[in-house]
C-alpha cells in the first residue's frame, strides 16, 4: 500500500514537473511568463507543497502505527508472563493444600 502510494506522488510529481514546463514552452520568443502563467506555477507549487506535506503526514502515521504496534505486542506479553505467573501460583497454593489436606487424613486414619 504504502510503496502504491509512493508511486502515484511520484507519477504526480513527474506530471506536473512536466506540465510547469511543458506551460513555459511556448513562450521563448517572449522574456515574461503572462499573468495566466505565473498564476499557473504558483498553483503547481502549492500543489507540490501540499503533495509533500501529504507524504511526511503519512511517513509519520505509519511509524506512530509501527511504534503503537510494538508498545501493544510489549504490553501482552508483559500480561502473559503476569498471568503465567499467577497460574504458577495457584498450583503450587494447590499442591501445598493437596499435601496438607493428605497429611491430615493419613494421620486422621492412624
Known amino acids: 500500500l504504502q510503496q502504491q502510494q509512493q508511486r502515484q506522488q511520484q507519477e504526480m510529481m513527474q506530471h506536473l514537473t512536466t506540465t510547469g514546463s511543458a506551460g513555459a514552452g511556448p513562450l521563448q520568443g517572449q522574456k515574461a511568463a ?7 506555477m504558483q498553483m503547481l507549487q502549492q500543489q507540490r507543497q501540499e503533495l ?3 507524504q511526511q503526514q503519512q511517513q509519520l502515521q505509519l511509524q506512530q502505527q509501527h511504534h503503537q504496534m510494538s508498545m501493544q505486542a510489549k504490553a501482552r506479553s508483559q500480561v502473559e508472563q503476569q498471568q503465567q505467573q499467577q497460574i504458577q501460583h495457584r498450583q503450587q497454593t494447590l499442591m501445598a493444600e493437596q499435601l496438607k489436606l493428605r497429611a491430615e487424613a493419613g494421620f486422621g486414619a492412624r
Open 34 to 40: 503572462t499573468p495566466q502563467q505565473q498564476v499557473n
Open 52 to 54: 509533500l506535506r501529504q
